[in-house]
């Protein structure tokens, strides 16, 4: 089984934010459970970096590294992605949200997220 981290649960993590709940920083932590991060979480960190809106302890230039100390697996967007993204009931408008969904639907990953959004979804979640 695999996991991918929502844009706030890596944030969590990164930040050491007790707002992430035990469980699930314990499988982010545990070096056999194998974690993934969506380049589109990273898109959204840059933009909301740019606007003024999100603050992280680390320049975006150093995350891969943070990724790669703590076996974070970068996953691309990959054409499938969008091909279930196109398919999303229009639940919820954020655009990075719906393609991590579909992200974690197509690869069969288990999303790590407490948005309460993503219940409206066929996705597997990890929260607590």
Known sequence: MGFLLDTHAFL???????KLPKPSRKIIKDINQDCYLSVASLWEMTIKIQLKKLEVSIPIEDIYDFLERNQIILLPIEIQHLSALSKLDAHHQDP?????????ISEGLTVISGDSWFHKYPVSLFWD
């Open 96 to 104: 990075f949200d719906r393609l991590i969904i579909s992200q974690g």
């Open 12 to 18: 969590w993590f990164l930040g050491g934010d007790k």
